[in-house]
Every structure is written in structure tokens, then in C-alpha cells.
């Protein structure tokens, strides 16, 4: 009885010890030295000038005639317009979740894939969103029905599984971002964003300060748990908060985010939209200082570019003294063609966006190569 007993405790001692050293080697994972040198050259970067973004900017486009294009091998409308690619380029995997071979916006997750390896070996950088659709309802990431879903997917919630089992998709999704020598590719997360509004799930009036934060906690620690060691981290809000602490109230953490940013778009009022700019700017600015962080501008544009001098008239002069690393403007939606935000050939704007690459400040894909 007494030897059970010591045989069970050692046994038990032994158990504990190793989840323990597996908790302990699981926080410690480490980046890839890729991933690591991606984040201390982005920190770097606004010596020099800030990248320009373009969303599914190599997926699909619009061509001279108005019309859409789409998967065509090489092709991007930045690169047509100006003979460069951009700088970064953003992705969305919603609807990856479902298991099925194409995103919400109907977009083969293996050609995301390829995409974000060709951008790799540019040099350049990929960025990841994810309109993630809704767990309880069955609705997509703009069901705002239901205020409880955040607590339902966490720890104690009856849709923990559910909720985890799509981020072993997500996982094994960025664990397979992997060249053909082998070389697992980093890639910028920018999960839950624009949370500071309430149109998704996960936004201001759908859950707690401490659920959202501990949804951003779960999905770090699960992400890293199976392996993905290839993700810088950014948190985007969108321009609802006033100071650094609503900026700040429901921020992850250090430990967890490498990146701050914001999402904002110029609707009717071109002042408003300056203004709120550079309200943002200056406190990313100061916030990034005080948490060591890059700043970005995560999302932004014009719908349509009606202004034919956008890009050096109210872009370039309204961010360029702020240290971002870049700014991204949505997508040329090929299915929806007057929601554009980058130009194309034979576009009203396009002869100003050529300004704008020639500016020194902007940085695409020729002036850079982010891994060395
Ligand atoms: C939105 C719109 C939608 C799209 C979604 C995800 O802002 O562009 O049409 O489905 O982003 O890319």
C-alpha cells in the first residue's frame, strides 16, 4: 500500500513537472529569426519612410474599362499603375473557419497562400484580418444580435470547443506559410479589429473590456500552444477613442501585441477626416513611444478615390511627419467595382498616386527587402 502510494506520488510528481516545463517551454516559444528581424526592421523603418499597403491587392482588380479581374498570375493594380508592388499587402481569411476552399470574399485560401509567400520573396510584407464569422448565430462577423458570444467562446463558455477548433484552422493555416526551401514566412495578425465600434461581434457594446481582452489572450496562447511562431501581432482599433486611455482600454498587452495601429476612412467631410487622422497619429505616437511599439495606419481610403489629387493632396501632407511604418487602403473590389480604394489604370487618380510613389517617403516593394 505504502509503495503504491510513493509510486503514485512520484508518478503524479513527474506528471506535474513535465506540464509544468511544457507550460513553461510553450510561453517561451520563440519567433522565428525571420519574424524577429521583420519586427526590428519595421521598427526601423520610419527613419526612412513608411510602407504603402494595398488590400488583395495581387487577388483581383479593375481594369481600364471598369470591369473586374481576378487570379490572374502576377497581376496587381499598383503595380500596373506605378511598376512597383506594394509595399504591404492584406489579406482576409474569414470564412476559413467553415473548412471550405474560399474566403468570404470568395478568394481560394491556397491562393492567399501563394500570394503571401510571392510577397515574402519580394521582400515585403503580408498582413492578415479575418472576418471571422459568428460562432452562435451562424451569421457572419456583422451579426451584432447577440451579446453574449464573446463569453461564449472563452475558457468557461459552451462554445470553447467550438471556437478552438477553428483556430487549430487558423493555426495550421499560418503554420503552413512555408517557402519551398522551407522557410516558414511571418505575417502581421490583426485579429478583432475596429472593436472600438460595435458592427462586430467582438465590438465595444458586444462584450467586456476583460472578455475582449481575454479573447485576444486565447487566441495568442492557443495560436502559440500549436506552434505559430511566424506572427507579429497588431491591435487596430478604429478612430472612436478620445484619449490614451480608451486607446488603451482594452489593449492586450505588451507581451502580445508588437504592432498599434487604427482604421479610419474619409467619408463626405475631408476636414473631419484630417482632423481625426491626426488625433489618432499623435496618440499612437505617443502611446508606441511609451509601450515600445511600431504604429501603422492599418486601414484607410477614400471609396472610389473621387478626389483626383487624394494621394498628394490629403494623404501624403496629412500623415507624412508621424513615424508609421505603413498605411493600407482597402480593396479594389472586382465584384463591386465602385468599392475601390487604390487606383487603376485610366483611373482619375492614378496619374497623382505616380506622385505619390516618387514621394521619397513612400516605401513599395523595389525599396525594401524586410529580411535582411
Ligand atoms: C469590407 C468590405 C466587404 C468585405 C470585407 C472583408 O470592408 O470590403 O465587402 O467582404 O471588408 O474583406
Known amino acids: 500500500m505504502k509503495n503504491i502510494k510513493i509510486i503514485t506520488l ?3 510528481t513527474l506528471f506535474l513537472t513535465s506540464c509544468g516545463n511544457e507550460k513553461t517551454a510553450t510561453s517561451q516559444l520563440k519567433r522565428t529569426a525571420e519574424t524577429e528581424k521583420l519586427l526590428a526592421n519595421l521598427t526601423e523603418l520610419p527613419q526612412k519612410g513608411f510602407l504603402f499597403g494595398h488590400h488583395d491587392d495581387t487577388n483581383y482588380g479593375i481594369n481600364a474599362d471598369g470591369t473586374g479581374w481576378e487570379f490572374e498570375e502576377g497581376r496587381s493594380d499598383i503595380q500596373s499603375v506605378c511598376g512597383d508592388y506594394p509595399g504591404i499587402i492584406s489579406f482576409d481569411l474569414g470564412e476559413i473557419e467553415l473548412g ?19 510577397q515574402y520573396q519580394r521582400g ?19 451579426d451584432v444580435s447577440d451579446t453574449t458570444v464573446v463569453r461564449a467562446i472563452l475558457p468557461e463558455g459552451e462554445l470553447h470547443e467550438k471556437f478552438t477548433g477553428w483556430l487549430d484552422i487558423m493555426a495550421n493555416f499560418l503554420n503552413s506559410l512555408q517557402t ?32 475582449y481582452k481575454a479573447l485576444w489572450k486565447l487566441t495568442y ?13 497588431a491591435y487596430s ?13 482594452r489593449y492586450p498587452g505588451d507581451d502580445i501585441v508588437d504592432l498599434i495601429g ?25 502611446i508606441g513611444k511609451k509601450h515600445n511599439k511600431v504604429i501603422a495606419i492599418t486601414e484607410t481610403g477614400f471609396e472610389g478615390v473621387p478626389d483626383s489629387e487624394w494621394w498628394t493632396g490629403t494623404l501624403l501632407p496629412t500623415i507624412k511627419d508621424y513615424p508609421i511604418a505603413y498605411v493600407l487602403v482597402w ?13 487603376y489604370p485610366g483611373h482619375p487618380s492614378a496619374e497623382n498616386f505616380i506622385e505619390f510613389y516618387n514621394s521619397p517617403q513612400t516605401l513599395f516593394a523595389k525599396d525594401i527587402n524586410l529580411y535582411e
Open 237 to 249: 482599433p478604429g478612430t472612436e477613442p478620445q484619449s490614451e486611455s480608451d486607446y488603451l482600454e
Open 124 to 142: 515585403g510584407l503580408s498582413s492578415i484580418s479575418w472576418h471571422i464569422r459568428n460562432p452562435k448565430t451562424g451569421g457572419d462577423a456583422w
Open 10 to 12: 512520484a508518478l503524479s
Open 331 to 343: 480593396r479594389n473590389a472586382r465584384e463591386r467595382t465602385s468599392h475601390h480604394y487604390a487606383p
Open 262 to 286: 487604427f482604421d479610419t476612412y474619409q467619408g463626405g467631410n475631408r476636414d473631419q477626416f484630417i482632423n481625426g487622422l491626426q488625433r489618432m497619429l499623435a496618440m499612437i505616437e505617443t
Open 221 to 233: 496562447d492557443y495560436l502559440t500552444e500549436k506552434g505559430v511562431n511566424n506572427c507579429l501581432y
Open 180 to 211: 519551398s526551401e522551407g522557410v516558414k514566412v511571418p505575417v502581421l495578425f490583426r485579429p478583432w479589429h475596429e472593436h472600438t465600434g460595435s458592427w462586430f461581434w467582438w465590438g465595444q457594446k458586444l462584450c467586456s473590456a476583460n472578455e
Open 100 to 118: 471550405g476552399e474560399v474566403s468570404l470574399d470568395k478568394v481560394p485560401f491556397e491562393k492567399i497562400r501563394q500570394e503571401i509567400i510571392n
